[in-house]
């Protein structure tokens, strides 16, 4: 079984968000770094060399694959930021009508900037999501 790559470790997050080129990129990586403390009152860690995440949870899959992971998480990418939204987004539906521009993946909430977002309905996805997860794994 392939060992997961991104893992925890001791990088220093605010480091790592000095190293993002763009200015706009890097206040607004502050801002996303703001919100999720607020969310999970956890200090950022950094998880691989581009992941900050917040709290974690271990898992345990029926394939007897396990590890541990972030409950919530951004990286700011070069073509735009990274959110991790762990809970998925099926139960959000109201909430994304109103995000305003974005793409998701499967747990990724892909925007370009904060502008193209409304800031607290951004901030109630991540909350309710932090929250759902931190409920599930860490009861």
């Known amino acids: 079984m392939a060992e997961l790559k991104t893992k925890l ?3 220093d997050p605010l480091a790592f968000l000095e190293s993002v080129e763009d200015e706009k990129k890097r206040q607004d990586a502050y801002e996303i770094l703001e919100m999720l403390k607020k969310i999970s009152g956890k200090e950022p860690r950094m998880w ?15 394939s007897g694959r396990e590890g541990d992971w972030f409950l919530a998480g951004f990286s700011p990418r070069k073509q735009n930021f990274s959110l ?3 809970s998925g987004f099926d139960r959000y539906n109201e909430l994304l009508k109103k995000l305003g521009k974005y793409q998701t993946g499967k747990a990724c909430l892909y925007i370009k900037k904060l502008e ?3 800031r ?5 996805l991540m909350e309710v999501s932090y ?3 931190n409920a599930k794994y860490n009861g």
């Open 9 to 11: 470790n001791d990088d």
């Open 48 to 62: 691989g060399g581009s992941i900050i995440g917040f709290g974690n949870y271990h898992y345990k899959y029926d």
């Open 84 to 86: 991790y939204i762990m």
């Open 116 to 118: 193209d977002v409304d």
């Open 120 to 124: 607290k309905v951004l901030y109630e």
């Open 131 to 133: 929250q759902r997860m």
